[in-house]
């Protein structure tokens, strides 16, 4: 009987990335000093200021455009509206509010980090890397903009450069838990698994529900084959989130190669009840059913899961060793010879008993 387990190993940060940005203006922003001058101006825009504080977009939108009105050269309220849309998600919108504020002030360093930031949501990771870059030589030099820096270098498979900016990052905030591990992911790309550890480790120190760094501290002793780390590291990562299916996933999987194959069942299907759409979680509770004998369960399983992918190789591959163990041969190798034209490896290993 032959098998192929599917190892869904690490998690990505970038999905947590807006907990990242910044929910107030830069500090050297807000201004309350009003100004004898040009008092309409600035009053309409300090109300702005605490109207976007305690989130109120709207109206915060209102008094910024307000003081546009008051003085067009008010560059500060042109940097208010821009947060307010990327705050309200619209971060093309806040391109040309923030080319306004450089054009007005070119030597204010946050417009530059914010427009860094615009690009980066934007997956623009060059234009994202080359405007923090201009950023720093105007003087903003604070941790998130290395962060999202070494972010950006890492969707480049950069890894070198994306460590430079994440050491950068904890050197000015040495308990930056996302920093650990991102520099770990990027130590586990360029080879470094013991660095990878180390990091994944310090990240889970510095907050303790820091779901993904478990997950991918767990995933990262599964490929150096200490299971029971492993384990332990995953039991974290449903305790911090339990709804989260992946580490469910990889659990399994850690199971099942330290041979639990009934504990990796009871993992495998918690992993395809919160997530009904994860192909890989139902392929691999095939597999794991497949090693209880289990054959007619691990047939379901795999059907769901090419249902879920049609292009799933390796479940067609399952799913042709399900129904040998059924005795239907036929049924078998029409699955194999699918898995072959699909591109399986070895595929002398599944056709070498049919017709």
Known sequence: MKILITLTIFASVLAHLTAQTEHNFVPDTIKTTIVAENQETQLAYNEGVAFFNSKNYAEAQKKFEQAIAFDA????????????????????????????????????????????????????????????????????????????????????EKYAEAITSFDKAISINPVYAYAFNDRASAKRKSGDNAGAISDYKKATTLDKNFAIAFNNLGSMYRKEKKYSEAISAYDNAVKADKQYFMAYNNRGSAKYESEDFAGAVEDFKKATELNPNYAYAFNNLGTALLRIKKYDNALKAFNKAIEINPKYTEAYANRGSAREMLKDLDGACADWKKAVEMGISNPNLYLQNCK
């Open 73 to 156: 050269t008010f560059y500060q309220a042109y940097f208010g509206r821009a947060e307010i849309k990327i705050e309200t998600g619209k971060h093309k919108d806040a391109l040309p509010d923030l080319n306004k504020t450089i054009e007005l002030q070119p030597e204010y360093a946050p417009a530059y980090f914010r427009l860094g930031h615009v690009y980066f949501l934007q997956e623009e990771y060059e234009k994202a890397i080359k405007t923090f870059e201009q950023a720093t030589e105007k003087g903003y030099n604070k941790e998130n903009l290395y962060y999202y820096k070494g972010v950006s270098f890492f969707q480049k």
